[in-house]
């Protein structure tokens, strides 16, 4: 019997194929993996489970010579000098026939846990490049240039290439260096052949160089926060809280990355008489008892700073809404103009004179309907 059963230790039956003994490596290698929280003494194992079942005549001599496969063998071999062995003897403490222990070829498995746990090479510094991060900037607007749309320079603070270093991070006069930890790999190696597993590297962060003496005015990160004037176009008919998006004004990208977005939140202040409803301009119109009752035609001014003319009709209640098409504010994106929203207000006098309280009272004399006949 062997002191380590490789079949037991992927999972396969001793009759398993190549691809099955494959996939089962693969399966037992993502779950054991150390980058994973497996442990390392687990994974090795694996490793050399799969390194014995994965080479045909390896395999047949494990199969063959159990315990005694790979080294383990008393002088001579198990049964003596050159007892039982393919060419006699175990030359070199290797395995039997002479043939020697060498690194399986993992072929594409290497990519496999570099893909999973960040290692191989060049997995580090492919982390370096980053699409930069979008930003926000609050814009506050007047009701008019809301309504119209405007063009106006924005101070946003984003992080720029270092003009002292031009991104090095070094001090003029000098340069880089590769780093001495990974020899500009970006990454290091635990471990060693089929064993081993490559971790980012801590002393270069996984770009291959350092700073010796870093730039004074970025302090070796080759770049520096600035608030630079940026003019970005408000589009006509932006509303309160609304977002406006700016490919490519955000954060610069590291590595050849794009940048990121800003994003405009734009805010407005109220007007004298005007308030929006989405596309729509309301207006809050006062009108005597008399035009509410009688019916009246009163001019009232439109957002774009003109005047219409709206009729009141006879009989006309409190907080009636009066539209007037096409005189609000434009729509986002050019889908047209929306309506002037005329809400009647009755306005109700807080004093009379003599005269005019006589006057209401007659009237409510002649009236002849009971205006809480309904709740009576």
């Known amino acids: 019997m062997a002191e380590k059963d490789y079949y037991d230790i992927l999972g396969v039956p001793k009759t398993a194929t190549a691809d099955e003994i494959k996939k089962a490596f693969r399966k037992q290698a993502r779950k054991h993996h150390p980058d994973a929280g497996g442990s390392e003494a687990k994974f090795k194992e694996i490793n050399e489970a799969y390194e014995i079942l994965s080479d045909e005549e390896k395999r047949k001599q494990y199969d063959t010579y159990g315990r005694y496969f790979g080294g383990n063998v008393p002088p ?32 594409d498995l290497g990519d496999l846990f570099g893909n999973l746990f960040g290692g191989g090479a060049g997995a580090s510094r492919r982390k370096s490049a980053h699409r930069g991060a ?41 340069s880089v260096s590769t780093c001495p930890t990974c020899s500009g790999a970006g990454h290091v190696t635990q471990g060693q052949g089929v064993f081993g597993f490559s971790r980012p590297c801590q002393r270069c962060g996984g770009t291959g160089t ?26 006509p ?30 805010h407005i202040r109220p007007h004298a008489f005007f308030t929006r409803d989405g596309a ?53 994106k050019g889908r047209g103009t929306g309506d ?15 005269e005019q309280k006589e006057l209401l009272k007659k009237f409510e004399s002649l009236r002849a309907d009971d205006v809480r006949a309904h709740i009576a």
């Open 76 to 107: 001579g071999g198990p049964g003596g000098a050159g007892a039982g062995w393919p060419g006699g003897g175990v030359p070199g403490g290797g395995f039997p026939g002479g043939a020697s222990y060498q690194t399986v070829d993992m072929g």
């Open 340 to 354: 002037l929203k005329v809400r009647v207000r009755i306005d109700v006098p807080k004093k009379l004179t003599s």
């Open 210 to 235: 350092v700073v010796e003496q870093p730039c004074t005015t970025c302090r070796g990160k080759g770049q520096v926060v600035r608030a630079k004037p940026l003019t970005v176009n408000i589009p």
């Open 237 to 266: 008919g932006v509303t309160d809280g609304g977002k406006l998006r700016f490919a490519g004004k955000g954060e610069p990208g590291t590595g050849g990355a794009p940048a990121g977005d800003l994003y405009v939140i734009t």
């Open 280 to 332: 729509d301009v309301v207006l809050d119109l006062p009108v005597t008892i008399t035009e509410a009752a009688l019916g009246a035609q009163v001019m009232v001014p439109t957002p774009d700073g003109g005047k219409v003319k709206v009729k009141i009709p006879a009989g006309t209640a409190d907080g009636k809404v009066l539209r007037v098409p096409g005189k609000g504010a434009p729509k986002l």
């Open 134 to 174: 979008d930003m926000q900037y609050d814009l506050t607007l007047s009701f008019e240039e809301a309504l119209k749309g405007t063009s106006t320079k924005v101070d946003v603070k984003r992080t720029e290439t270092c003009a002292t270093c031009k991104g090095t991070g070094a001090k003029p006069g000098t």
